[in-house]
């Protein structure tokens, strides 16, 4: 597929940092391991930076994650990214895909509503019923594709798709090879070197589907957590929104201090006890820091088409609302305490927080 | 994945001119040990000065002794006269320490081997700002090594995930090679670096300073009265300020303090332990193989270090934990996992961050909770070790240590080995079984993983009391003396030991505002007598008085009763004791003073409702026990005219219940009065069966039998119920299956007769009953018998419901 990058919402990983994969490769003196793009230490780099040639990070947290994601990579197995919603899961799939093979664009996109054809091959009926089974006429899978190329393809929310979908990827991760068996009996395509899974998958969801023991075995496990570092957290938020605001080329006045209530607001019900050791209850809300990006991303936008550019607590504020009544009444009622007990106490020494305590409330006397 | 420049710090390390050499180390780590060995060989010192409290060098001459294995600790007791500043103090010593290393190869040497640092008791080894009083010192903390800015900056810099990981990279993993020199260079540089981040306020305020100025000062010494080359091994933190050593030569005061200091057998999980407060590198286990491994010991089998841990630890899986256990193809990725891992990083082979590292990966096909998750725990066991270590035979032990064994011996314990052995005990008929017993127990209290009591008399609630047997489980090992040694400074014999531990659990009590708990005070009392501890009866007999005096929870008072009576009892038994007789002596007076309190109390009870009676009943229950005794050794008289005015007085259906029962129980009244007042109160209740059943519910806690051996209580409750309508029978129905739960099936089955018997229905039909499989089938029988009859009678077949001509 053409990538025309002015014209998309999101370029892929490849596309954002193309400078970046150019200057790794060149200065890459690593042995890279068969159909690699990159060595593994570039590798490396490339997602959680290198000064000195400018290379930025671009995940946060768990360094040692990222060293077993690449090893498990360069073994026969394939890599299973698993945690709550918002971890970055995916981005870091993509990344490692864009490194690695230097395409992150293989990729199923797991839901209930993925077949065969999605996983293995299709066929171009139209061809099929004028030809018969020809390779012409054989629309392969992004699978396919990938084990053709010597790639990595990305199985997203592996454990949407059904159980029996799933298990297709068992023969193909330990095979390492796909027979078509209408081209004829020894018609196969066998996996080149390079070739690889990365799947992502939330096991405790609801409407996920059990994988197979069969099929757990040929991968590697990593759990990506939440950022439990306020510091590395607000760095990440200040970062990404930065990064959103330029390219709509908006500029706000966003003051450290919003961002930290923003963060300190998410990690206290995330761990569901504030920084100094208050319990709280947790809402069974989402929390990630893809949401508090979110938040931030909105409340700048406001302050700056239906405000004069200054990010507030009360912007912030009004947002939040949007995370927490996704999913229940009861959160509401989590939320409402923790507002009436802690942010209260912080809104006495705070301006920032005041106009965030104003916001909520006001909200809340509205629903 | 950088190496440090040595070049700086190098030239001042080997002081060739001085013929001077400082080693800077980690303790416990095998790569300072190994190049310490070469090194030492390569200089052949005259003098191996070591940092180490200078009261503890009498003991490297019994480290030296054959026989010694270790893991063992050299140990310094608090003074006694000196409470609460700081516990006992541990120099621990594994086969891989560069101090053991060094003392070794001096002696192989001939070299002079002296300890440098401050006597272990000196104040400045003491000034620790520590949570608690009694935790354990530690000559060689190294924190420094594991948090700080310079570690934090180091680690960001290098990728190493932490301070241990970051030790392990740099210079664990360089063990194999044979500059020394640069190694050192290394360390010392890397320390440096640590000290000048570090801030000179906590040096001062945590000793490290005077502590400094006492090895400079030996080191001059040594330097004085010099006899060839001088090596001076001490913890690289200290290395830079040793370095430029001068003129000043004044030990800090105190410097020659002495105290009792002892080498005993340790163990890796004790050592573990010991790391919680920054003993060195953690899991022993691991860095112990690792050390086999670079002397070339225990067999090569050709794989490596990391193979043989995997495989053993999988081993280990299958043997103990095989629900964790892993399949041999996950063994086989692990392996690799880990290589590729040491490759990524930069490491010449995998370490122990590798290692888990590749565990996690393979092996565990699930989400992991915040770094948690059994397999990986079972693995820090597993490296943790579990080497116990060893003393000849004969050697000097500390006071109650030598003690304990000795008086163990004269009961004729074994203590050989670390087997565990069982022992049978007749102790009330055998004077020497009751004193071993009363040992085992005072010794449940010292040192608890030496035995265990699998049974005999339950001191608490007086159960089995009458049991003749004790039956305990015992044996001798380093865990142990580890726990006498904790205890020592608290005494010089088991017993003192144990008198003074439960004062301190007096002093628990007073602390958490439990002084007015008469239970929890007799329980005490009731340990010490087990324990035979005449010396803490007065104490504790006297707590026990105020506890029952202040004590206004009825429950507690009685069940402080039963004990004392249980204890009474065993007292008397075993009178022949001496230690026995201080209690047998001291129980009577205390009895009477909790009985004529409980007497006191006992009128409250008119005050309970539904909702506190369930604590109500258990104090009559505990009562009943106590008062079934047919000679208490406590005065009756006031308790059975509290309950006399108890039974005058309107009160909670269910007490009133309780309070018959334990009328009649105790004679207070016959049972037939017992009986008729019963039957009263069931029919007064008639318009409200709920507080009917209730009553009975209350008899049956206490009394059964009063129920099954009186008919005309059960008429009583049979009329009640004939009261009711199905309705209201349904509702009564989950109370009277509690109430009736109490009655063993032989009396389910005489009630059963009785009422059967009242209804005219004879045994044949209850035989014929309890042929029906269930409740159901007899319901739709009845009705189709029902429906019988109504069509006879409408068919005018009238006469076929009477009897057969």
Redesign the interface.
């Known amino acids: 597929m053409e990538q025309r990058n002015a014209l998309q919402l999101r370029p892929s990983a490849e596309a954002r940092f193309a400078d970046e994969l150019a200057a790794l490769k060149a200065a890459d003196q690593g042995r890279r391991p068969p159909g690699w793009a990159l060595s593994a230490r570039a590798v490396r780099s490339f997602i959680l930076g290198d000064s000195k040639l400018s290379v930025r990070r671009k995940f946060y947290g768990d360094d040692a994650l990222v060293e077993r994601a690449l090893v498990a990579l360069m073994s026969e197995q394939g890599l299973m990214l698993v945690g709550e919603p918002g971890t970055a899961k995916s981005m870091l799939s993509e990344l490692l895909a864009a490194a690695i093979s230097g395409s992150s664009m293989l990729v199923v996109q797991g839901s209930t509503g993925v077949t065969e054809d999605h996983v293995r091959y299709g066929w171009n009926y139209a061809l099929l019923i004028a030809e018969g089974p020809t390779p012409r006429a054989l629309v392969p899978s992004p699978v396919m594709e990938a084990m053709r190329l010597g790639r990595i393809v990305r199985v997203e929310e592996l454990t949407r798709c059904p159980p029996e979908i799933q298990d297709v990827l068992i023969s193909v991760l330990s095979e390492k090879v796909m027979s078509v068996p209408e081209l004829g009996e020894s018609a196969s395509v066998y996996a080149a070197p390079g070739f690889s899974v990365i799947g992502t998958a939330n096991l405790r969801d609801r409407g996920v589907h059990e994988m197979s023991s069969a099929l757990k075995r040929r991968f590697n496990f990593e759990t990506v957590l939440p950022l439990t570092d306020p510091a590395l957290e607000t760095e990440l938020i200040r970062q990404e929104v930065g990064k959103r605001l330029g390219q709509a080329e908006i500029a706000v006045n966003f003051p450290d201090e919003v961002t930290d209530l923003l963060v300190t607001t998410f990690q206290d019900l995330r761990r569901g006890q504030t920084k100094d050791n208050v319990p709280l209850s947790k809402p069974s809300a989402v929390m990630s820091t893809a949401e508090a990006v979110n938040i931030a991303h909105a409340a700048a936008l406001e302050a700056a088409f239906l405000g004069n550019g200054d990010v507030g607590g009360a912007h912030i504020g009004r947002q939040l609302q949007g995370v927490i009544v996704k999913d229940n009444a009861e959160d509401v009622k989590k939320v409402r305490a923790y507002v009436d007990h802690i942010v209260k106490e912080r809104a006495r020494r705070s301006k920032v927080w005041s106009d965030f305590l104003g916001a909520v409330k006001a909200m809340k006397d509205e629903s | 994945m950088t190496v440090l420049d040595p070049a700086a710090t190098a030239i001042r390390l080997f002081d060739s001119e001085r013929d001077l050499h400082f080693f800077p180390i980690r303790h416990h780590s095998p790569a300072c040990a190994l190049h310490l060995r070469e090194a030492l060989r390569a200089i052949r010192p005259a003098t191996v000065l070591i940092e180490g409290p200078v009261d503890f060098e009498p003991l490297i001459t019994e480290l030296l002794a054959p026989g010694v294995v270790p893991p063992v600790a050299m140990v310094a007791l608090p003074d006694g006269a000196k409470k609460g500043r700081g516990g006992t103090t541990y120099y621990p010593i594994c086969r891989h320490s560069p101090e053991f290393i060094a003392i070794r190869e001096a002696s192989e040497l001939g070299a002079t081997v002296r300890f440098i640092d401050l006597p272990s008791r000196h104040a400045a080894m003491l000034s620790d700002r520590r949570h608690r009083p009694d935790q354990p010192l530690l000559p060689m903390r190294e924190v420094m090594f594991d948090r700080g800015a310079y570690v934090d900056a180091m680690c960001a810099r290098t ?1 190493f ?1 932490d301070g241990f990981a970051l030790w392990d990279g740099l210079f664990e993993a360089r063990a194999r090679g044979t500059d020394w020199r640069g190694f050192f260079a290394s360390v010392g540089a890397y320390c440096s670096a640590l000290r000048a981040a570090s801030d000179p306020d906590e040096l001062q305020t945590d000793g490290t300073l005077p502590r400094e100025a006492m090895m400079r000062a030996c080191i001059q010494d040594a330097i004085a009265a010099r006899t060839g080359p001088i090596a001076v091994v001490t913890g690289g933190f200290h290395t830079p300020a040793l370095i430029d050593a001068q003129a000043e030569s004044v030990r800090p005061a105190g410097a020659a303090a002495r105290s009792n200091a002892w080498l005993i057998r340790y163990d890796f999980r004790a050592l573990d332990r010991l790391n919680g407060y920054g003993a060195g590198l953690p899991l022993p286990g691991f860095y112990e193989r690792v050390w086999q491994r670079l002397i070339g010991d225990g067999g090569e089998t050709g794989d490596s270090l990391t193979e043989d841990i995997l495989v053993g630890f999988r081993a280990h899986l299958i043997e103990s934990e095989p629900a964790l256990a892993f399949s041999f193809p ?1 063994l086989r ?1 692990m392996v ?2 880990a290589r ?2 040491a490759e ?2 930069g490491l010449s082979e995998p370490g122990r ?1 590798e290692l888990f ?1 590749a565990l ?3 092996a ?5 909770e ?1 770094g948690a998750h059994p397999l990986l725990a079972a693995f820090t066991t597993y490296l943790q070790g579990d080497r116990l270590g060893d003393l000849p035979p004969g050697s000097r032990l500390p006071p109650l240590i030598e003690r304990a064994r000795a008086e163990a011996r004269s009961f004729g314990l074994s203590l050989e080995d670390a087997v565990a052995k069982t022992r049978e005990l007749d102790i009330y008929r055998k004077s020497r079984h009751g004193q071993t017993s009363r040992f085992l127990h005072a010794m449940r209290l010292v040192a608890p993983p030496f035995a265990e009591r699998l049974k005999g008399p339950d001191r608490v609630h007086g159960f089995r009391a009458d049991m003749l047997m004790e039956t305990w489980t015992y044996a001798w090992s380093p865990a142990v003396e580890a726990a006498l040694i904790e205890r020592a400074a608290d005494g010089e014999t088991v017993r003192d030991v144990a008198a003074t531990i439960l004062i301190r659990r007096l002093g628990d009590l007073e602390r958490e505002g439990q002084c007015n708990n008469a239970a929890a005070a007799f329980n005490l009392l009731s340990i010490a007598f087990d324990a035979g501890i005449g010396s803490a009866a007065d104490t504790l007999v006297a707590a026990v008085s105020t506890a029952v005096g202040a004590d206004t929870n009825l429950l507690r008072l009685t069940n402080a009763l039963v004990m004392g009576q249980a204890l009474d009892s065993r007292a008397k038994a075993m009178q022949s004791d001496g230690t026995v007789k201080a209690f047998a002596d001291l129980l009577p007076p205390l009895l009477d003073r909790l009985a004529r309190r409980i007497a006191e109390l006992l009128p409250d009870l008119a005050a309970v409702n539904a909702d506190t009676v369930g604590e109500a009943i258990a104090c009559l229950a505990a009562l009943a026990e106590a008062m079934a005794d047919p000679d208490p050794p406590f005065p009756a008289r006031p308790l059975r005219d509290a309950l006399q005015g108890l039974m005058a007085a309107q009160l909670d259906p269910q007490l009133t219940g309780a309070v018959i029962a334990l009328a009649a129980l105790i004679g207070l009244v016959d049972e037939a009065e017992a009986g008729r007042r019963l039957s009263a109160a069931l029919a007064g209740a008639f318009e409200r069966p709920g507080d009917a059943i209730r009553t009975l519910s209350g008899v049956m806690a206490l009394a059964p039998q009063l129920f099954v051996n009186d008919s005309s209580v059960i008429t009583a409750i049979d009329n009640l119920f004939g009261a009711v309508d199905d309705q209201g029978f349904l509702d009564l129905l989950p109370q009277l299956r509690m109430a009736f739960a109490e009655l063993s099936p032989q009396e389910t089955d005489k009630v059963a007769a009785i009422v059967a018997a009242a209804h005219g229905a004879g045994e044949d039909d209850i035989a014929l009953l309890q042929q029906v499989p269930d409740a159901r089938v007899l319901t739709d029988h009845l009705a189709l018998s029902e429906r019988l009859r109504g069509q006879w009678q409408a068919d005018g077949l009238a006469a076929w419901l009477g009897p057969a001509p």
């Open positions: 990728g995930r996950t990725s690799e996992t590729r891992l990524l990083r961050t590292d996690q990966s393979s565990i096909k699930e989400e992991i915040v």
